[in-house]
């Protein structure tokens, strides 16, 4: 239940108008934060879950999903970077 409501809830919600989230005209930097917000909230989200998988059903595989994650936030990082220049 807990994976669930974090899943539905906090790391991909389908239900949230992104007008309401970033506003009718939104600068490049408020969507890089939400970009990266969201990237670290999928990163808790599939930590928590490897504390429950075992090794046997694919651990392996979720530790592959984290370090790409972690290169999505590197990729965004650089990004917004060249937009601050």
């Known amino acids: 239940l807990y ?8 790391v ?7 007008v309401r989230l970033l506003g009718p005209n939104p600068a490049l930097e408020r969507i890089f934060a939400l970009a990266l917000e969201r990237e670290q909230a999928s ?9 429950f998988l075992p090794p046997a059903l694919g651990r392996d595989k979720l530790d592959g ?12 990082q650089q990004q917004r970077a060249k937009l601050a220049r």
Request: hydrophobic share 45%; proline share 6%.
């Open 3 to 10: 994976l669930g409501a974090m899943a539905d809830g906090n």
């Open 12 to 18: 991909f919600p389908t239900y949230e108008d992104p």
């Open 43 to 51: 990163i808790v989200f599939y930590t928590g879950i490897r504390g």
């Open 65 to 76: 999903v984290i370090r790409e994650e972690f290169g999505h936030i590197a990729v965004l």
